[in-house]
Nanobody, 120 residues
Framework: QVQLVESGGGLVQPGGSLRLSCVVS????????MNWYRQAPGNQRELVAV???????NYADPVKGRFTISRDTAKNTVYLQMTTLNHEDTAVYFC??????????????WGQGAQVTVSS
């Protein structure tokens, strides 16, 4: 039905930057909220950032001022620009989206995850 594919993860030094992308594909009527989550080893998955269809954003406290979520509605893509990365940002980053799919209705979908490692 719907696939979410993340890209842009990798290894970065402390203080560095990365940009994650997530493309949503399928027979899509409309995409509503798009989100980024992350899960570090031994931790629960946590919400990092949210962007609504009309562009309103919200961020978890640890990333405020450092991360920026954005979306390109025409490309069904959500981005996460991450700056001033530190070791605590090391995690698998997942995108998710609330998608209205033709003949299936509205439900949430998840990507497979992208590893981000902050290390010197």
């Amino acid at each position: 039905q719907v696939q979410l594919v993340e890209s842009g993860g990798g290894l970065v030094q402390p203080g560095g930057s990365l940009r994650l992308s997530c493309v949503v594909s399928g027979i899509i009527v409309r995409i509503y909220a798009m989100n980024w989550y992350r899960q570090a080893p031994g931790n629960q998955r946590e919400l990092v950032a949210v962007i609504t269809r009309d562009g309103r954003t919200n961020y978890a406290d640890p990333v405020k001022g450092r991360f920026t979520i954005s979306r390109d509605t025409a490309k069904n893509t959500v981005y996460l620009q991450m700056t001033t990365l530190n070791h605590e940002d090391t995690a698998v980053y997942f995108c998710s989206a609330d998608v209205d799919v033709l003949n299936f209705g509205l439900r949430g979908y998840w990507g497979q995850g992208a590893q981000v490692t902050v290390s010197s």
